[in-house]
């Protein structure tokens, strides 16, 4: 499974930024999916992370009440809302996904315990 995440730019602090992960050739909807990211010098961070069905989330604390993850299961895409973004929340953003049994409903926070990454995408955020 190949993941593209996408979205990433530049952005004033405060403002506003959607990032988006797909899956090429196939959909994501059996899989759980995870936001995590990497600043500079800094270790790589859960962000937030959606069972495959879309019930059940769990996220970073710095970006609680900031950050909203969501799935489309008919597109086969996991987003990323990230509001009143910080200097701090500034890092590369990568997607991770895997396979989930249907009736395995939880979340996945590890990041050791994903299958598939994606190759990342910037964010910056200017202060």
């Known amino acids: 499974v190949q993941l593209q995440a996408s979205g990433g730019g530049l952005v004033q602090a405060g403002g506003y930024l959607r990032l988006s992960c797909a899956a090429s050739?196939?959909?994501?909807?059996?899989?759980?999916v995870g936001w995590f990211r990497q600043g500079p010098g800094k270790e790589r961070e859960l962000v937030a992370a959606?069972?495959?069905?879309?019930?059940?989330?769990e996220y970073g604390d710095p970006v609680k009440g900031r950050f909203t993850i969501s799935r489309d299961n008919a597109e086969g895409t996991v987003n990323l809302q990230m509001s009143s973004l910080r200097p701090e929340d500034a890092a590369v953003y990568y997607c991770?996904?895997?396979?989930?049994?249907?009736?395995?409903?939880?979340?996945?926070?590890?990041?050791?315990?994903?299958?598939?990454w994606g190759q990342g995408t910037l964010v910056t955020v200017s202060s």
């Open positions: 991770a996904a895997v396979i989930k049994d249907p009736f395995d409903t939880t979340v996945t926070t590890h990041a050791r315990r994903y299958t598939y």
């Open positions: 050739g196939r959909t994501l909807r059996t899989y759980a």
């Open positions: 959606i069972s495959w069905s879309g019930g059940s989330t």
